[in-house]
């Protein structure tokens, strides 16, 4: 057994989800299940294996230098294509304010209300 | 069995030319078909005439007046709940956006509507795309309208369904681990899922941003790739979106395929794929070959691993993503007595069971004391998925395998058993990893008529290759091979 019912209960709360009482029982027997099988990654040795933390896909072009330049013609991260593109940081007007608040399940413009959450 | 679709973009533009229709008409039928049609499938969730009808009038005009049509000019086309329109209701299949209505349209909206598209409605899916055969909206499963007692697929079960039962001519949908690929085999549409950066995320409601991709359903490699071709290219409104031009997708479509290499994986050839499915598939490849098409036997040793990977790189992803619906800023709010009380009580009666599930595994994936050997372990697994790819395209053009292992199953069928449901992904999974892109195609039916999807994967950006095998495929007769 992987998971426990302590275990389901304290991620319920990190993730900030309320569970009936018949709930945790379910879902740790279907969290265990899940779990054992992706236990099977621990069937590969990945020691030397770097983590994917980027999703730029080789080929794709345009990615920019990064500023001060990179240490080859291209530089690492522009050549495996992981460099992020940037775009230049101009200011444009975005007057959605009132659209957005509209879809607020409570607000008072310019502000969403939530329950109090300092006592003074 | 349904009536067949009986509208391509093609014989869409050439009725408005010829004045047989007018776009007016066109949607008005289209409507028409929906209202008898969708009690039975549940494909649609909204509809919206209104702006429908306001764009049919625009190309009506536009042919009125002589002027060039733009490539969609008067194509009805329906759009999943995941992808936000402006002053239409997005629900993402998910009671906490029930009556969210997106203030701002996403660049693929934009884009086809620009191109003449008339979006008729937004299409039922799994919520927060999360599912393999639709059974997990709020809003009721969407039936396959091929075999009404199965289900679509899923994600994007209700795009997938739309097409095939003719109720639109071409759709969008998201593919996060087969989300488009799935269903457009089980219905039995070609569906694309372009390469990741491709097409502008801009607007899609995320479920996992390393994975989600906008890609079309239509019933022939011709449309598909006319739709591509209008959503296709940079956006400055999505970082992840790639500046790489834009091929000429038609052209490129016909070029002859003689000579390519096309590579066979004898990892998705194994144990757990359906006989029928297997054989098809096989003739499938079969018929390539005769087209000239050089078959390369090749080995993807990690692609056993991708479901595993996939399912705590994905529920992570999630779990950040969906700690955004909490009652303050839009959708549900369940009053409580403090503002925790309040977060708790909106997410436990806004999610549904899928849903809820996944935030649970992305959370304990990410915890302190877990992150190490689930999170971290499966981004370096991720990389070796990659690592099969770009090693097998060192071989091959293009690598063909089943979309799917099974043709579809029953409503109902895998419910009970959230695992099992996973492993309907079991091939797609792999190209959503690596950032590929990859079509489900047509490739014949099983004896009992249910369809069959065989699937292309090409290099990142390699959208025409794919798009010139599944047109040689489909002009040879491929899909009811």
């Known amino acids: ?120 | 069995m349904s009536a067949a679709p009986t509208w391509t973009i093609g014989s869409v533009r050439d009725a408005l030319v010829t004045k047989r229709t007018s776009a007016r008409q066109l949607a008005g039928d289209f409507y028409t078909r929906i209202e008898r049609r969708n009690p039975e499938l549940n494909a649609f969730l909204a509809l919206c005439p209104e702006r429908a009808y306001a764009q049919a009038d625009r190309v009506d005009a536009m042919i009125a007046q002589g002027q060039p049509l733009p490539p969609l000019a008067g194509v009805p086309v329906a759009i999943k709940d995941v992808i936000s329109t402006q002053g239409i209701r997005t629900t993402c299949g998910s009671k906490i956006l029930e009556n969210y209505t997106p203030p701002y349209d996403a660049t693929a909206i934009e884009r086809l509507e620009k191109a003449g598209a008339v979006i008729l409605g937004k299409t039922n899916c799994d919520e927060f795309a999360m599912g393999s055969s639709n059974e997990n909206s709020a809003y009721g499963p969407v039936r396959n309208p091929v075999a009404l007692d199965r289900v679509p697929g899923g994600s994007s079960g209700g795009s997938a369904a739309a097409v095939a039962a003719g109720l639109a001519v071409a759709s969008l949908g998201t593919d996060t681990g087969g989300s488009i690929r799935q269903p457009g085999a089980y219905c039995g549409v070609p569906a694309m899922m372009p390469t990741y950066g491709c097409v502008s995320r801009y607007g899609l409601i995320a479920f996992a941003s390393s994975l989600d991709r906008i890609g079309p359903f239509a019933t022939n490699i011709a449309d598909v790739a006319t739709v591509m071709a209008v959503i296709a290219g940079h956006d400055e409104n999505d970082s992840t979106s790639a500046s790489v031009a834009v091929p000429d997708y038609l052209a490129e479509m016909d070029k002859p395929v003689a000579g390519l290499r096309i590579g066979i994986p004898e990892d998705y050839f194994g144990a757990g794929l359906d006989s029928e499915v297997e054989t098809k598939v096989q003739a499938g490849i079969a018929l390539l070959e005769k087209l000239g098409c050089q078959r390369v036997p090749l080995k993807m040793p990690h692609t056993d691993y991708a479901i595993a990977t996939y399912y705590i790189v994905a529920t992570a992803e999630a779990s950040s993503n969906l700690a955004r619906y909490d009652g303050v800023r839009y959708g549900l709010r369940v009053q409580g007595n403090t503002l925790m009380d309040m977060y708790r009580k909106t997410r436990e009666r806004g999610f549904g069971p899928e849903v809820k599930r996944r935030i649970m595994l992305g959370t304990y994936a990410l915890s302190s004391g877990y992150y190490d050997a689930y999170y971290l372990r499966a981004q370096k697994v991720r990389s070796l998925i990659a690592r099969d790819f770009a090693e097998a395209f060192e071989k091959v053009d293009a690598i063909l395998t089943p979309t799917a292992p099974t043709p579809a199953f029953r409503l109902g069928e895998k419910t009970a058993d959230p695992l099992e449901m996973y492993l309907a992904d079991i091939y797609t999974v792999t190209g959503s990893l690596a950032g590929v892109p990859g079509i489900s195609v047509p490739c014949g039916k099983t004896a009992g008529g249910l369809p069959i999807g065989m699937q292309i994967f090409a290099r990142h950006f390699g959208e025409d290759r794919i798009l010139q095998l599944a047109r040689a495929f489909e002009s040879a007769g491929g899909f009811s091979i």
């Open chain 1, 1 to 120: 057994m992987k998971i426990s019912r302590e275990d389901v209960l304290r991620v319920a709360r990190l993730a900030h989800l309320e569970l009936a009482p018949e709930e945790v029982e379910t879902y740790r027997g279907q969290l265990d299940e899940i779990l054992a099988y992706i236990g099977k990654l621990e069937e590969l040795d990945v020691s030397y294996v770097a983590p994917m933390t980027q999703m730029r896909p080789r080929g794709a072009r345009g990615a920019r230098q990064a500023p001060g330049g990179a240490t080859g013609p291209e530089g690492d991260a522009a050549a495996a294509g992981t460099e992020p593109e940037l775009r230049d940081d101009v200011v444009v007007p975005c007057d959605v304010a009132e659209a957005v608040l509209a879809e607020a399940p409570d607000a008072a413009k310019p502000f969403f209300r939530v329950p109090k959450v300092i006592d003074r």
